[in-house]
Structures are given as C-alpha cells and as structure tokens.
C-alpha cells in the first residue's frame, strides 16, 4: 500500500518562495524541511506537490505579502481553481483505499496562503514609495492563530465533498517540527 502526503509546493521547491532575509528563520525552516524530506524518503511516502497560489499569480519577483492581502473574493476563486484538481487526486486516492493510504496535507505555518495554524497579517495596501508610517507598517505585520488563505479554502473544500475528518492537515513549522514530523513517521 503506497502512503501519500499532499505538501505546499515550497517544501519540494525552495526557488519558488519570497525571498526572505531572516538567516535564522530560514536555516531553522530549512533544517526541518530536509528532516521532513528525508523521513519520508526513508518511509516510502509518496509526496504529491500542491500549487503555489502566489507564485502562479505574482511569479519569482513578487514582494512578501500578509494574509489580509490575499483574503479576497479573486484571489480566493484562484485558490478554489487551482485545488479542483488536487481535491479530485484526492478523492481518486481515497476511494481505492486497498492501494493507498493518505496521511495528509502539510502546509508552512507563517504563510499567507500555506500557513495552517498560524499566518502572516498585517493591515498592508498601496505603495510603499513615500509612505510616512512604512515602519510601522512593516512592524503591524504579526503571525496570527488561524490558516492562510489557500489552506482556509481547502478546508472549505473537503468540507463541501464531506472529507474534512477523512484527511489530517498539520503545518512544517520550526518551533513546532512534531507537526509534520508526527504525520510521517
């Protein structure tokens, strides 16, 4: 029986994410992504990579964003349009049930859109050229308890096709690595 986990697209492809400059953050992210990567390797799981709603809308050079940006009527639909297909893998893997088993979903916990416990949000708009307040601005952004929005509408989603308590989501989140790690082992 082939075991299957669902992952937000930068846990298979780095080159796809903001570029971030908090060393720290980033070498403790990358430490439990390898840890992640690895551990499945060694255990046989299959990993099915989810599309990036930011990358597919704003590609390699967009700016960091905040949850509160994205959680809107267009960006949402986007999100809905690019999960159709994985929500259908999804249901094919879970009705032949005697061929594979599906441990879950892992999303990156900060995101704006992977994020599954906890999110980015700020009260971000318009410019930043001559922008009096941009430090405090900046320094609004917080990381919030609740999911981003491409992980928010998933969840909508398996409960419209009634799979919600079929399939387990967690998050790859360094101070928290037992989230993913848990889910794999």
């Given at each position: 029986?082939?075991k299957i986990v669902?992952?937000?697209?930068?846990?298979?492809?780095?080159?796809?994410?903001?570029?971030m400059y908090d060393?720290?953050?980033?070498?403790?992210?990358?430490?439990?992504?390898?840890?992640?990567?690895?551990?499945?390797?060694?255990?046989?799981?299959?990993?099915?990579?989810?599309?990036?709603?930011?990358?597919?809308?704003?590609?390699?050079?967009?700016?960091?964003?905040?949850?509160?940006?994205?959680?809107?009527?267009?960006?949402?639909?986007?999100?809905?349009?690019?999960?159709?297909?994985?929500?259908?893998?999804?249901?094919?893997?879970?009705?032949?049930?005697?061929?594979?088993?599906?441990?879950?979903?892992?999303?990156?916990?900060?995101?704006?859109?992977?994020?599954?416990?906890?999110?980015?949000?700020?009260?971000?708009?318009?410019?930043?050229?001559s922008r009096d307040?941009?430090?405090?601005?900046?320094?609004?952004?917080?990381?919030?308890?609740?999911?981003?929005?491409?992980?928010?509408?998933?969840?909508?989603?398996?409960?419209?096709?009634?799979?919600?308590?079929?399939?387990?989501?967690?998050?790859?989140?360094?101070?928290?690595?037992?989230?993913?790690?848990?889910?794999?082992?």
């Amino acid at each position: 029986m082939k075991k299957i986990v669902f992952v937000s697209h930068c846990i298979l492809n780095i080159a796809s994410k903001v570029v971030m400059y908090d060393k720290e953050e980033m070498d403790a992210e990358e430490t439990l992504r390898k840890e992640f990567m690895h551990k499945a390797i060694d255990n046989d799981i299959q990993l099915i990579q989810l599309p990036c709603p930011e990358y597919t809308l704003y590609g390699a050079r967009r700016w960091g964003h905040v949850s509160d940006q994205f959680d809107n009527v267009f960006f949402r639909r986007h999100c809905r349009n690019i999960l159709e297909p994985i929500i259908d893998q999804l249901i094919e893997y879970l009705s032949n049930d005697d061929m594979f088993e599906v441990l879950g979903f892992v999303g990156i916990d900060g995101s704006p859109s992977c994020g599954v416990d906890y999110t980015c949000c700020g009260n971000w708009y318009g410019s930043f050229g001559s922008r009096d307040d941009l430090e405090n601005t900046i320094k609004d952004c917080s990381m919030v308890k609740k999911p981003g929005v491409l992980m928010a509408v998933l969840k909508e989603m398996l409960e419209e096709k009634g799979l919600a308590d079929k399939v387990k989501i967690t998050a790859l989140f360094a101070p928290e690595p037992h989230k993913c790690l848990d889910l794999i082992k």
